[in-house]
């Protein structure tokens, strides 16, 4: 059986926020994550950044080198409806565009169309959205995500309709450190053995999320190569690069919040407090993920009902305007959100 990481990301998936404060989402360069992945014996892996697809070309440039690893081009798209990863790209798919709108772009240059982490409390997951559209598979195993809820969720969905989607299993690295935990199996090695398995639905979803110390490392990493690239920047010896949005950004600041960019990351690389930050937010999601579960029987029945509307209609992506059920589904979902102290609607 050959082994797939496909959702991995590097530099070139730009910013997210927490609170008022801009992080990056990864320092880590493409050929790393190349590197990486043949260390860990993975046979095909996809660079899928956020809203962008040139740092896959890197990967995919670098890894003709070997010939131990493929690199699938991807990209880890945010739409109106929340995210979905297109696999075998040729070119960058804009971002903001309604879900239906995005996959037909995917399917226009020949690829896959996959839900990341489709029932995520803290990630833009599609939720019941992934049943009336016209994806290929969807992530069971989601690295990013050690709480309780979101893969067991999506487990439990994919278990009750068998052969109706491929089961994923991407280790949404940010670093190095949070990969090889988990990964998706195939029959055969090559990108397109993988593309044909995914096809049959005959994948297998291996693995779990990376244990919180992975979390750890990779905030430690993205604060030190972050300020690494601040102090290059302050001194004015960091040079752009094209699509490098985190260096373009990084240039484009003052010096002031450059310097008090570096001073905040001091604060946090001292190991108390990013591992304190870490495990906070580690119990929060635990606490949200109990609340949630007792929810599971309730939207399990809803999606049965949704999926029998959608069959009757002529199956997923048959189109005809949305469902009214599933938009009362995912309202559902974020009035039990809205319920759980502290968690604001997505
Ligand atoms: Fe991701």
């Not at 996959?103 to 049943?131: K, N, T, V, W, Y």
């Not at 995914?198 to 430690?220: E, H, M, R, Y």
């Not at 960091?238 to 010096?255: A, F, G, M, Q």
Request: proline share 5%; charged share 25%; aromatic share 8%.
């Amino acid at each position: 059986m050959g082994r797939a990481d496909t959702h991995l990301h590097t530099e070139y998936s730009g910013f997210n926020k927490l609170g008022v404060m801009k992080f990056p989402e990864s320092v880590t360069q493409p050929e790393r994550q190349v590197d990486r992945m043949r260390e860990l014996g993975m046979d095909v892996m996809a660079i899928t950044d956020h809203d962008e697809i040139a740092g896959a070309f890197i990967a995919e440039r670098y890894a003709r080198n070997f010939d131990d690893i493929e690199v699938i081009v991807g990209e880890e798209v945010t739409t109106a409806d929340g995210e979905v990863i297109g696999l075998f790209l040729n070119e960058k798919i804009p971002y903001g565009l309604p879900v239906e709108e995005t996959i037909d772009i995917i399917r226009s240059q020949g690829g896959l169309a996959i839900a990341p982490h489709p029932f995520s409390m803290h990630a833009p997951g599609l939720q019941e959205r992934i049943l009336d559209l016209d994806i290929d598979g969807f992530e069971i195993v989601n690295g990013g995500h050690p709480d309780l809820y979101a893969n067991m969720f999506a487990t439990l969905v994919m278990d009750r309709y068998p052969g109706r989607w491929a089961e994923m299993s991407g280790s949404d690295a940010h670093s190095i450190y949070t990969s090889g935990y988990n990964w998706t199996e195939f029959s055969g090695s090559t990108a397109e053995d993988f593309r044909r398995a995914v096809l049959s639905k005959s994948t297998i979803a291996v693995g779990k999320p990376a244990p919180v110390f992975g979390q750890v490392q990779w905030s430690v990493d993205v604060v030190l190569g972050g300020q690494k690239l601040l102090f290059q920047s302050l001194l004015g010896r960091l040079k752009n690069v094209p699509h490098d949005h985190l260096i373009e950004k990084i240039n484009s600041i003052t010096d002031l919040k450059k310097a008090t960019a570096i001073f905040a990351g001091m604060l946090y690389v001292v190991p108390p407090l990013s591992f304190i930050a870490t495990v906070l937010s580690t119990s929060y999601l635990k606490k949200t993920a109990k609340a949630m579960t007792t929810w599971i029987p309730e939207r399990l029945v809803d999606i049965d009902e949704i999926i029998k509307l959608v069959d009757a209609r002529g199956g997923p992506g048959a189109g005809g305007g949305e469902l009214g059920e599933i938009a009362a589904a995912v309202a559902k979902m974020e009035e039990c959100r809205g319920h759980v102290p502290g968690m604001g609607r997505l």
